[in-house]
């Protein structure tokens, strides 16, 4: 015989009936659930619709490619969330369990509706069938063993992980579902007694038929009937709940991961019409998030990577990404509990019972400024959450309010008064390159090189020498350069990561302005905070350019053999490397670094040895001063660079090498509070040094 089963063998009609009618009724409160949800998140400000379906093909498929990329690689893929050992192992055979059962149940109705047409069009038989029996009964083991390995993690709580009542309910009832399928097949080889292949092919159900083997054939048809039901209300209770809990990630993680842009290291403009437009600046109620971002609130799990990776919130700082994504989260949920205030897009109507205010209530100030804008949460999150994008889009609006106080007021003040956070006079700009002769643009106009200094390598002393460092290379190695001087202004990154969005606007286009006076080919920066405003920010007002960093233009300076070193020592000089994180993990440059300390060593494997971090490249750690905290006051126990430093001292390294003006304040003061000997030094001084500049 050809090896079959019926879809509701030994099921009633009045049953099969029920059974519909009771997938009406789940389907309807699936349905309202999401209604529900879509309601929050259509609060927002409307996404750009068009673009996604206007335009030529090509345009159309250019906006749709790398969205279902995301999907197919992120979401079926599951992507973003390998990395975490155990946890993710669990839940990618957990996930593909699932997938797979779902698949089968959808295909096994397709085949009852299909066959119920005509016999002609039944196709869950034969060799299809063997593959779809064992398919299911292997993947089936996978879906209980992940729920297993969840279960035991929920019961021992990791502190980053976040938990709610209903998360028992789900494991629970997925585990309920998982075994009550299993023992409804194996009832019902007891009663049907399949032989040869067509038994085989469910080796689980199989072994659990021989358990049951003591029962009459009407036994096992009673209990047979009990069973399924009870699988079937519980996958009934598991679909109607999906809205309602924690299982809303499967549908709004998907749907997120394909209407956002990601862009490490990229902010939105604003501009003065839509201030005016909206009277506002930034966010100062729920619904001034983009729906995509509403989105991404109910995408989050709270599985506690952001929270794991974020150096405010392992300092001890009043900040967790994953705190502020679920409060404000509860704060949208609460839009449609009946009584209290329920925002309409465009709506002037005062509620009658007012929401929890969105700053001081639900976000405090304190965890809005404690954000080093490193972007590890964004970079880390499985479906592309982005904490920091809600922190700036919330900072920009205590901006706009004055509620900004203290020493980065002073900073962002020093910006619009003088051209840089130190609040010295442009006529110094130059005076760090002095007995150097270091060519300025305006005087010497034919340059194929311009070396954006930056504010700290003009007027911060420790950074000036990597600054003098770097142009002696540059001059050993007759590069055709030349600097603005005066004519710099501060790129303004930390205005707008701050939340400055207009001083930052004015000191871009101020130094646009500049450079378009002048004809280059490329612009080298040391600091890759003006390097990422240079590259990823400047084009949004016209500023298109060819930036590097200084360590790859060093890298290919050394490549190309117009920087020599001839290595005279023996003894291997013990060296780290301090990745910073917008030039690792915002902008992917972390080779170029390495290879400039390999390279410095003269090609002798002995005079560099180079001891990694645990946290290192794209998985970096901050040294604290990103998103401005670099000119604010900070707790001493509570310094990010103490940690960073720690690490990195713990490689036994007396050398700490970074390519970063903040990280060589920071890191400094970090060894420093360690009494510890060890140096810090930028790439180029290390390089300089090892050619005896």
Same mark, same amino acid.
């Given at each position: ?35 529900r ?48 050992g155990?946890?993710?192992?669990? !839940?990618?055979? #957990?996930?593909? %369990? +699932? ?5 089968? @149940?959808? /295909? =096994?109705e ?25 398919t ?20 021992r ?73 009870t !699988?079937?209300? #519980?996958?009934? %209770? +598991? ?5 309602? @809990?924690? /299982? =809303? ?17 990229t902010m ?7 201030v ?21 609130l ?6 506690g ?23 404000l ?7 449609l ?17 007012p ?32 904490? =920091? ?43 760090w ?7 300025l ?8 090189v ?21 142009v002696?290379?540059l ?70 350019y060819e ?23 023996n003894?291997?000089?013990?060296i ?17 670094p ?5 390279l ?13 971090m ?8 901050c ?49 420093a ?17 090892k050619?005896?500049?």
């Amino acid at each position: 015989m050809i090896p079959t089963r019926e879809t509701f063998g030994n099921i009633p009609h009045s049953s099969v009936v029920l059974f519909y009618c009771l997938t009406v009724v789940v389907m309807a409160v699936f349905a309202y659930g999401l209604w529900r949800r879509f309601q929050l998140w259509r609060q927002g400000v409307p996404i750009p619709v068009s673009k996604l379906i206007a335009g030529t093909c090509q345009q159309i498929w250019s906006e749709w490619q790398p969205r279902l990329r995301r999907l197919r690689s992120e979401a079926l893929g599951q992507a973003r969330v390998r990395g975490r050992g155990l946890a993710s192992c669990a !839940h990618i055979i #957990l996930f593909a %369990g +699932f997938m797979m059962l779902f698949l089968g @149940t959808t /295909l =096994l109705e397709i085949d009852h509706l299909a066959s119920g047409l005509s016999r002609h069009l039944k196709f869950h038989q034969g060799t299809y069938y063997v593959v779809y029996e064992f398919t299911l009964d292997v993947f089936g083991l996978l879906f209980l063993a992940g729920c297993l390995f969840f279960l035991g993690r929920r019961i021992r709580r990791p502190a980053s992980v976040g938990h709610r009542s209903t998360d028992w309910y789900v494991l629970i009832s997925f585990l309920t579902i998982g075994v009550t399928g299993y023992l409804v097949e194996g009832l019902r080889m007891v009663w049907q007694q399949p032989t040869g292949i067509a038994a085989a092919a469910s080796p689980i159900g199989l072994l659990i038929a021989h358990q049951l083997s003591g029962l009459t054939e009407a036994g096992a048809r009673s209990a047979h009937l009990a069973l399924w039901w009870t !699988h079937a209300l #519980l996958v009934f %209770g +598991f679909i109607a709940s999906v809205p309602y @809990t924690r /299982l =809303l990630h499967t549908l709004a993680g998907p749907l997120n991961l394909f209407l956002v842009r990601p862009a490490l290291g990229t902010m939105t403009p604003v501009t003065m019409e839509e201030v005016e437009k909206t009277e506002r600046i930034g966010v100062s109620a729920v619904n001034h998030f983009t729906q995509q971002q509403l989105v991404s609130l109910d995408a989050c799990m709270e599985c506690g990577r952001c929270e794991e990776a974020c150096p405010a919130f392992a300092t001890a700082k009043p900040l967790s990404p994953k705190r502020v994504v679920q409060d404000l989260k509860r704060l949208m949920g609460l839009t449609l509990v009946p009584g209290s205030a329920r925002i309409e897009p465009g709506s002037t109507v005062a509620p009658p019972t007012p929401l929890p205010q969105l700053h001081g209530e639900t976000i405090a100030a304190d965890t809005l400024w404690s954000c080093t804008a490193c972007s590890a949460c964004v970079r880390i999150c499985p479906v592309r959450v982005d904490p =920091l994008t809600l922190i700036t889009d919330l900072r920009r609006n205590r901006v706009g309010e004055s509620e900004l106080s203290g020493t980065a007021v002073t900073a962002l003040r020093r910006m619009q008064s003088s051209g840089n956070p130190w609040g010295l006079p442009a006529a110094e700009r130059a005076n760090w390159a002095e007995g150097l002769e270091v060519p300025l643009a305006k005087e010497h106009p034919e340059f194929e090189v311009l070396y954006w200094v930056g504010c700290a390598g003009s007027y911060d002393r420790r950074a000036q020498r990597v600054a003098r460092a770097f142009v002696k290379l540059l001059k050993k190695a007759n590069v055709n350069f030349a600097i603005l001087g005066r004519e710099e202004k501060c790129t303004g990154e930390s205005a707008r990561r701050l939340g400055d969005e207009f001083l930052f606007q004015e000191l871009a286009q101020a130094n646009i302005a500049t450079l378009g006076r002048y004809r280059f080919k490329t612009i080298v920066t040391h600091c890759p905070h003006c390097l990422n405003s240079l590259l990823k920010d400047y084009p949004q007002f016209g500023g298109h350019y060819e930036v590097v960093h200084h360590t790859q233009f060093l890298d290919q300076l050394l490549i190309q053999r117009k920087l020599v070193v001839i290595s005279g020592s023996n003894s291997a000089e013990i060296i780290t490397y301090h990745d910073p994180c917008y030039l690792a993990r915002v902008n992917g440059i972390h080779q170029a670094p390495r290879d400039v300390l390999n390279l410095a060593s003269g090609g002798s494997a002995s005079a560099v040895d180079l001891r990694e971090m645990p946290r290192r490249r794209e998985r970096t750690s901050c040294c604290g001063a990103g998103g401005g905290r670099m000119w604010m006051e900070e707790d001493p126990k509570q310094r990010v660079c103490t940690v960073r430093a720690r690490e990195a001292l713990d490689t036994g390294a007396r050398t700490v090498a970074v390519s970063c003006p903040f990280c060589l304040t920071m890191m400094t003061d970090g060894v420093a509070t360690q009494n510890d000997s060890a140096q810090v030094k930028d790439i180029a001084e290390i390089l300089a040094e090892k050619m005896q500049l």
